[in-house]
C-alpha cells in the first residue's frame, strides 16, 4: 500500500453533479464481501475543451474528420495531465486517457476509491430488473471529487456495477408462431436497395454478454446460401467474445444483432464490442466504436433501460458519446424496448428506454408483420398483451422534443425538459411473426426490438455504400421526406396509439428501402 493510500488526511472534495444514485434493494450481503484492500477500475469522464460543441455539426449529415475530432472537441491536454496527477497523487492509477473521448481509466483499492470519491460502497446481492439474482457492488447518495478537479471531471463511472441494461429481444414460445422470416426475406419485403450489400462500410455491435461462434455464424449464413460478413470481437474492459454459456440470454442476442446485420449487409464488415454490463461498461464500449481506426457507418445497440433507472452522470456520457458518433458521421441504432410504454417500470408511468430515448440516436420500434414473399398481408404495432412484450415507444422525461420533431404532433412530456419522441422507425419485433436464427447450435425463432436495431444498422450501411457519404445524425432529413416510409397505422403499445403519420409506437414507419435510398438521393442534389 503507497503512502498516498494510508494518508488519512481530510482531502478538499465538491459534489459530483448529478452523480445522485439511489441503492438497489438488498436482499442480503454479497457472499464475497468488499475487501477494502480489493483492486476495482473505474471511467472518468471528463469535459470539452472550452468552447467545443459538435453537437452544431451532427445537424444536416455533416461530419468531421475523425483526424480533427479530438483537436476541436476532444478534452483539453492541460485537464488531462491535471486529472492524472491529482488522482495519481492520491494513489490511483491512471491505467490509459484518451483525448478524443475524453475519458480516463483508472484503478485503486476499494479503500482509496471510497475516500477519494466519498462514495460509499458495499458487496450485496440484489434482483435484476427481470429477476434474476446478481452480486455486485452498491452505492447509494451523491459522489465527490477533489475540488482541483470540479468542473473538469463530469463522471466518475463504474463504482457501482450492477447491471445497467437488458438485452431487448423475446425468444418466441412454438405454440405462439404464427409465420417468421429469415432476414433475406425481410430485406426483400422491406425492400432493401437492390445492388447493394454494405462493401467498404463497417457496422459496430454493442453486445453487454454474450458470445459468438464463427463456426455457428459460418453454419446459418450458408444455410441462408450467401458468404457472410467478416466479424471481429473487440473486448472492452476485460469482457471478451464468451459464447455457449446463455443460449436463451446473452447469446441469444449477440447471435440475433450478427446475424441479421450480417444477413442484411454480408458485404460489411462487422466490428462486435464485448463490455461488462454496467454503466462504465456501455460507455466505453460506445466511445470505442466511435472512435475506432476505422470509422463505422453505424453502430446497432439492442440493450437498454428505463431512463429512471440510469444515473445522470451516466446518461449524459453516454448522450456525449452518441453526439461524437453523429459528428464522425455515425448513424447509431437503438432498441426502443419490448415493455410497451411502460417500459417494464412498476411505478405505474410510462417510461421512455434509454438509450433510445437520446435525440442522437436513431431509436428504433417494433411492429407484427404478415407477409408471403415481398407481399405484406399486414403490419401493425406489436403487442402482444401482458406477459407477452410489446414495442417500447413513448415520450422521454429527460431530453427535450429536437427541432426535427416539433411538427409531427408528439404527446407533452410528463416532466419539465422532457419530450423527445420515441421511436424515430420500426420494423418487424413480434416474436410470434419473428426472426429464424441458429442460437448455440438450435434453430429459434427470436423477436423484441433487439432485432430492428441491427436491421436498421445493414439498412444504413447498403444506403451509405449507395450514396458514398455517411449519415451521421439523419433524423432531420428522415422527418422531412415525404416518402421513404410504409406507414403503420393499427395498434398500441398501452398508453400510445398509432395513427397517420408520426406515433409513438412505430414512429415514422418500417423502410421501403428503395424509397428511402431515393428519397435521400434527392434531397441530396
Known amino acids: 500500500m503507497t503512502s498516498a493510500e494510508n494518508d488519512q488526511t481530510p482531502l478538499h472534495l465538491s459534489p459530483l453533479p448529478g452523480s445522485e444514485r439511489p441503492s438497489v434493494d438488498v436482499l442480503r450481503p454479497s457472499a464475497h464481501g468488499l475487501p477494502p484492500d480489493s483492486t476495482v477500475e473505474a471511467t472518468i469522464v471528463l469535459r470539452r475543451r472550452p468552447g467545443a460543441d ?34 495519481g497523487d492520491l494513489g490511483l492509477t491512471v491505467l490509459s486517457a484518451d483525448l478524443a473521448s475524453r475519458r480516463l481509466r483508472v484503478s485503486g483499492t476499494i479503500s482509496t476509491m471510497s475516500r477519494v470519491f466519498a462514495a460509499r460502497l458495499e458487496g450485496v446481492t440484489s434482483r435484476t430488473i427481470d429477476g434474476a439474482e446478481v452480486e455486485h457492488r452498491n452505492r447509494s447518495g451523491q459522489l465527490m471529487v477533489p475540488t482541483a478537479l470540479d468542473g473538469v471531471v463530469i463522471a466518475v463511472l463504474g463504482l457501482d456495477n450492477r447491471p445497467q441494461a437488458r438485452a431487448e429481444f423475446r425468444v418466441a414460445e412454438t405454440r405462439a408462431v404464427t409465420t417468421s422470416y429469415t432476414p433475406l426475406e425481410l430485406g426483400e419485403i422491406y425492400r432493401f436497395p437492390i445492388g447493394t450489400d454494405g462493401s467498404g462500410r463497417t457496422i459496430a455491435i454493442i453486445e453487454l454478454g454474450g458470445g459468438f461462434a464463427q463456426t455457428e455464424l459460418d453454419t446459418y449464413f450458408s444455410g441462408l446460401g450467401i458468404t457472410g460478413p467478416t466479424v471481429t470481437a473487440v ?115 410510462d417510461h421512455a428506454d434509454f438509450p433510445a430515448s437520446s435525440p442522437h440516436v436513431l431509436a428504433c420500434g417494433g411492429t407484427s408483420l404478415r407477409a408471403t414473399a415481398a407481399v405484406v398481408a399486414s403490419e401493425t404495432v406489436w403487442n402482444n398483451g401482458p406477459g407477452g412484450g410489446a414495442t417500447g415507444g413513448g415520450v422521454s422525461s429527460v431530453f427535450a422534443r429536437p427541432i426535427w420533431q416539433t411538427h409531427v404532433g408528439v404527446p407533452a412530456a410528463s416532466r419539465p425538459g422532457g419530450g423527445r419522441g420515441v421511436p424515430d422507425v420500426s420494423a418487424v419485433a413480434d416474436p410470434s411473426t419473428g426472426y429464424e436464427i441458429l442460437v448455440d447450435g438450435e434453430h429459434r425463432i427470436l423477436g423484441g426490438t433487439s432485432a430492428v436495431a441491427p436491421l436498421w444498422a445493414a439498412l444504413i450501411a447498403r444506403i451509405v455504400q449507395s450514396t458514398g457519404e455517411p449519415l451521421g445524425l439523419v433524423h432531420p432529413r428522415l422527418y422531412e421526406l415525404a416518402s421513404g416510409f410504409r406507414d403503420v397505422v393499427a395498434g398500441d403499445n398501452g398508453t400510445f396509439e398509432a395513427r397517420v403519420g408520426w406515433d409513438a409506437c412505430t414512429g415514422l414507419g418500417v423502410p421501403d428501402g428503395i424509397a428511402l435510398l431515393a428519397a435521400l438521393e434527392a434531397r441530396t442534389n
Open 54 to 87: 459538435p453537437g452544431a455539426d451532427t445537424s444536416g449529415g455533416a461530419r468531421i474528420d475523425r483526424a480533427d475530432f479530438a483537436a476541436a472537441y476532444g478534452a483539453d491536454p492541460a485537464d488531462i495531465s491535471l486529472v492524472e496527477k491529482t488522482l
Open 235 to 349: 473486448g472492452v474492459n476485460g469482457a471478451e467474445n464468451h459464447p455457449g454459456a446463455d443460449p436463451t440470454g446473452a447469446d441469444g442476442e449477440v447471435l440475433l444483432d450478427i446475424e441479421v446485420a450480417g444477413a442484411l449487409s454480408p458485404g460489411a464488415d462487422l466490428v462486435v464490442y464485448f463490455a461488462p454490463n454496467t454503466d462504465d461498461g456501455f460507455v466505453d464500449a460506445v466511445s470505442e466504436a466511435a472512435h475506432a481506426a476505422i470509422t463505422p457507418v453505424s453502430i446497432s445497440i439492442s440493450w437498454g433501460l428505463n431512463e429512471d433507472a440510469w444515473t445522470e452522470q451516466a446518461r449524459r456520457s453516454l448522450d456525449d458519446a452518441f453526439i461524437d458518433a453523429a459528428a464522425l458521421g455515425i448513424t447509431v441504432t437503438a432498441a426502443a424496448g419490448d415493455n410497451g410504454s411502460s417500459d417494464g417500470a412498476t411505478d405505474g408511468r
